[in-house]
């Protein structure tokens, strides 16, 4: 059986900061009439609506508290997070990505350990495995992400295709979009850049364990499966498969290239479906991942990485408040309000999700609960 592939250090810097949006420093909510304010910051400006409405909805439940939430720029927010709670005055709850900043967060001693809380019961608990450390819960994913390319599915039923199950049919559907007038892969390369295709594309071709070697310094990027990854890429280049102005792309254009029926993939991930389906409300999306070996020789079909942590701060004076308010963001009522308002699939269970663009990642899903049975 094919199955999804967990991401959580492949390629993490690479990565990290494209899972989110970028947004100016701004604050929102919390009112002045509680007896306690607690600090809640976070990188995804396009989701302070949304959070918006539920910080409004907590503190009616809990008039005794009020919360005041400020946003960084998600690069900014990567750089200065630490600092930004070190005296535990700023970020009560605060968000972290997974992989370098999780680390230098955890080297600080900034969060504190929620093991045992019933908070962590909200949660899927196999998709909460990248906030853990030395057997502790020191955040709790938020978001579940898939990191492969986003297509036009009105355009491939039109054409009568489906996604391939090996390279040379990945190759032959790209060269059947290009020959019908179709660029086959927007690529944003000037601000999300290649992690987001690439790593699909490494998924089968690097062995097990082989990116926890190389952050110990035990591989080589020269040995075979980074070289055929990178040549494989380079043959989508040579065939014209990716855009010409892939280089001067960003994000935004190579969205609108796929609304507007110009490119038939997106080489980014399912945090963009939303914005797709915002400019064009009758296109239907699904995802795919290139597979680049025989068909008989693929064991992962795709590929997932769980972000937005949420977590608590050690230095925090208001810690249970931060906790009921985490346990709040996390009730299924308040999660289905902020999946549908956002368009972010969650690591919470059972949400019903009424966005068509969220409905197309639940086959996914389906496929990660019959992975997480592999053992």
Sequence with gaps: MRKPLSLLLMFILLVSSFLAGCSSSESGSGSDSGDKEISFIHWRGEDSDAFDELISRFEEENPDISVEMTVYPSEQYQSTAQTLLRDGSTGDVFTAFPGSQFEIIKEAGLFEDLSGEDLVGNFNESLIEAGQSDGE??????????????????????LGLEPAEDWEGFLELCQTLKDNGYTPIAFPGADIGPGQMMNPMMMNNAPEGVFGEMMNGETELTDDWWV???????????????????????????IAQVAQEEAAMLASGSYAMANIKELNPEMELGLLAPITVPASEAEFEGIHTTTFMLAVNSKSQNKEE????????????????YANETGQALTIPELNYESDSLKATEEWMEKIHASSLVT
């Design 137 to 158: 819960q020191l955040a709790l994913p938020l978001q579940l992400v898939y990191n492969q390319p986003v297509y036009n599915k009105t355009l491939f039923d039109e």
């Design 228 to 254: 055929d990854t990178l040549a494989q890429f380079k043959e989508l280049m040579d065939k014209g498969y990716i855009g010409e102005d892939a280089l001067g792309m960003k994000h935004e254009g190579a």
């Design 322 to 337: 931060a906790k009921m308010f985490i346990d709040f963001l996390s009730q299924p009522e308040n999660a289905e309000f």
